[in-house]
């Protein structure tokens, strides 16, 4: 369903930005209407599965593999438990290198963990799945749970989990996790006070701007700050480019640098992948 909008606007539009979802990012970047003709593709850093190499496609925020350091440096800052963590991801290719990192990173550390990979396909059985693995988490002894997945998939796994006596924290890459309307629905289905901390490429809506509060007329959500934010990086890119043709957006943005605003600098360094920073959400 993704390629069949992203397929259109190829055929329409300048430039394709992928921002919601890590398998639809993946695979429009992917589609031969696309990678095959040429458009330049941005999104936000998620899987580097199939996207390396691909000289249209440039991530302008870290990917999950490359926030795997700074995930375990929030967790230690933010004292969250260090005796056995989970790593809870997508059992498919496009999150392999999330969680090869994060367990790099942790058997680096000496932190035991234990690796879960679920199936967080949106079917008639998810919230079985998920209340399955939120009873696993529940009576795995586990502190800490890395989380990277469908938010539907956190959101039924951690109600069961709660209701369970579950009482460690969640931690995890950004983007989608410490969206509002998932951390809101999250809340509603636990019983007592459920703990995560997760990166973004953005602050949070409390750090939201005076000019982007003036500019919105005071009527905004958190995902209407991050496409500010997302809005500045295409600005950046667009005044980087030698020529508002496809062909030079896409030749200037390996040599360009994104001051942005909202989100962290972005520099490709020649390459692809450009993000620089991020910043820790706590819900």
């Known amino acids: 369903t993704a390629r069949d909008v992203c397929g259109p606007m190829s055929r329409r539009d300048f430039l394709v930005i992928g921002a919601a979802g890590t398998d639809q990012i993946q695979s429009c970047a992917t589609m031969n209407d696309i990678a095959g003709k040429g458009v330049p593709y941005l999104s936000a850093g998620v899987t580097t599965n199939g996207l390396t190499g691909l000289r249209h496609y440039f991530a302008i925020t870290l990917t999950y593999a490359q926030q795997a350091s700074l995930v375990l440096r929030n967790a230690q800052q933010q004292g969250l438990g260090m005796k056995k963590w989970a790593v809870v991801t997508s059992g498919t290719n496009n999150f392999k290198d ?17 690796d879960i990979q ?43 989990a709660s209701k369970q006596g579950f009482t460690g924290t969640y931690t995890g ?7 509002v309307t998932v951390a809101q629905l999250v809340c509603s289905a636990t019983v007592g006070v459920v703990k995560a901390n997760f990166l973004a490429p953005y602050p949070g809506i409390d750090r939201a701007s005076q000019e982007f509060k003036t500019a919105t007329g005071n009527k905004y959500d958190d995902i209407y700050w991050s496409l500010w934010g997302l809005s500045q990086s295409l600005e950046s890119a667009l005044n980087a480019s030698s020529s508002l043709t496809r062909e030079g957006f896409i030749a200037s943005m390996p040599g360009a640098t994104l001051a942005n605003g909202v989100y962290p600098p972005t520099r490709f360094n020649g390459g692809h992948f450009g993000g620089t920073g991020v910043y820790s959400q706590r819900m």
């Open 118 to 160: 679920v199936d967080a396909t949106n079917d008639n059985g998810i919230q079985q799945r998920a209340a399955a693995t939120g009873t696993q988490i529940a009576t795995g002894g586990y502190d800490t749970v890395f989380l990277d997945t469908s938010p539907g998939y956190f959101i039924y796994m951690s109600g069961t």
């Open 98 to 114: 999330a969680r090869e990192a994060m367990e790099s990173v942790l058997k680096a550390a000496k932190v035991p963990y234990v």
């Open 173 to 179: 890459p950004g983007v989608t996790m410490t969206e």
